[in-house]
């Protein structure tokens, strides 16, 4: 059973382009969370959904940022029109449907962001 | 509200002592608590959960933790440190299948 998928692993963009990250989850899970990791901190919550719905994106800044998982294929994490400050790692995680395991989340490898 | 506190960024052992990596929590109701491992340029790793079983919880590569109540807290221990445990190590807090609530992270090295 393969685990969380991430493409690409590494990222690099200019400031004022879009970054497309994708997460493919561990096959049986419905649930997907996008995580930032920025240098020299812990983990932050970004966003949580199910497919086709959108469960929690509390830690989703407001603007520029935006988060999708469809019927079919990966979640995309789509940041537009990307700053120096969006530089960072992202991860995702998935989990199965609730009641099977108390929320275990398996992280993918990550996307490491590099805004120039 | 849920939070956690990890009691120093940075914690250094010789090979071959103990481990103690601080956890402290603040949750309104009972928490889902959880240690992760992150080697460098690495995803995270569960060492080990608690899910409000029993409050003495073994992971992975002989670590261990102690959910106590009164006292908030949830430590990491493993009584023999290897060189391969060096990494950054992660305790976090959620409910069910709620998002994971992350601490800053504490860098554990290992000294011959």
């Known amino acids: 059973n393969a685990g969380v998928m991430q493409n690409p692993r590494h990222l690099v963009r200019r400031r004022g382009q879009e970054a497309r990250l994708r997460c493919s989850p561990m096959?049986?899970?419905?649930?997907v969370y996008w995580y930032r990791q920025l240098p020299e901190e812990g983990l932050k919550f970004m966003v949580y959904l199910q497919k086709e719905n959108i469960i929690d994106e509390s830690g989703m800044p407001k603007e520029r940022f935006s988060a999708e998982f469809p019927k079919e294929g990966p979640s995309i994490l789509r940041i537009q029109q990307v700053v120096r400050g969006d530089s960072a790692a992202y991860f995702c995680?998935?989990?199965?449907?609730?009641?099977?395991?108390?929320?275990?989340?398996?992280f993918g490898p990550g996307t490491r962001l590099t805004v120039l | 509200a849920q939070s956690v506190t990890q009691l120093g960024s940075h914690v250094s052992v010789s090979e071959g002592a103990l481990v103690l990596l601080r956890c402290n929590y603040s949750s309104s109701v009972p928490p889902y608590l959880f240690w992760y491992v992150q080697y460098p340029n690495q995803g995270l790793q569960l060492l080990l959960k608690?899910?409000?079983?029993?409050?003495l919880v073994k992971g992975i590569n002989g670590f261990e933790a102690e959910f106590k109540k009164s006292e908030t807290s949830f430590h990491l221990t493993k009584p023999s440190a290897h060189m391969s445990d060096a990494a950054e190590y992660f305790c976090?807090?959620?409910?069910?299948?709620?998002?994971?609530?992350f601490g800053t992270g504490t860098r554990l090295q290992v000294f011959p």
């Open positions: 976090a807090v959620s409910r069910d299948t709620d998002k994971l609530i």
């Open positions: 995680a998935s989990s199965p449907p609730p009641g099977v395991r108390y929320n275990e989340q398996f």
């Open positions: 608690y899910t409000s079983a029993a409050t």
């Open positions: 096959k049986g899970h419905s649930h």
